[in-house]
Nanobody
Framework: QVQLVESGGGLVRPGGSLRLSCVAS????????MGWYRQVVGKQREFIAT???????DYADSVKGRFTISGDFVNKTVYLQLNSLKLEDTAVYYC??????????????WGQGTQVTVSS
């Protein structure tokens, strides 16, 4: 059974920093990407960043230059460094891991989420 567990969320002032961590356990066949999304109540979950097993990364425009993702595919761990936080970064942050099912089709696993609150 695959589980993703996030940690590192909390309350921070505008301009502050946080570091989120996510560890995956269980077998994920063909793991090729790990990433972060966030969701505000009443809104759709939005893409934040992704890291692939080919050492490529991608970011949403809203976080470029402020957030940094790093993936460790050997240990199935992904981190998100959040700097220069803004009020609008407040959300539940979810970790994801993408692999392949036994039939070769892609599958995305999700963590339970960690709350990040930016407030003065």
């Amino acid at each position: 059974q695959v589980q993703l567990v996030e940690s590192g969320g909390g309350l921070v002032r505008p301009g502050g920093s946080l570091r989120l961590s996510c560890v995956a356990s269980g077998k994920i066949g063909g793991l090729y990407a790990m990433g972060w999304y966030r969701q505000v109540v009443g809104k759709q979950r939005e893409f934040i960043a992704t890291s692939t097993n080919r050492d490529t990364t991608d970011y949403a425009d809203s976080v470029k230059g402020r957030f940094t993702i790093s993936g460790d595919f050997v240990n199935k761990t992904v981190y998100l460094q959040l700097n220069s936080l803004k009020l609008e970064d407040t959300a539940v942050y979810y970790c994801s891991a993408e692999g392949l099912r036994t039939n070769g089709s892609p599958h995305k696993y999700w963590g339970q989420g960690t709350q990040v609150t930016v407030s003065s």
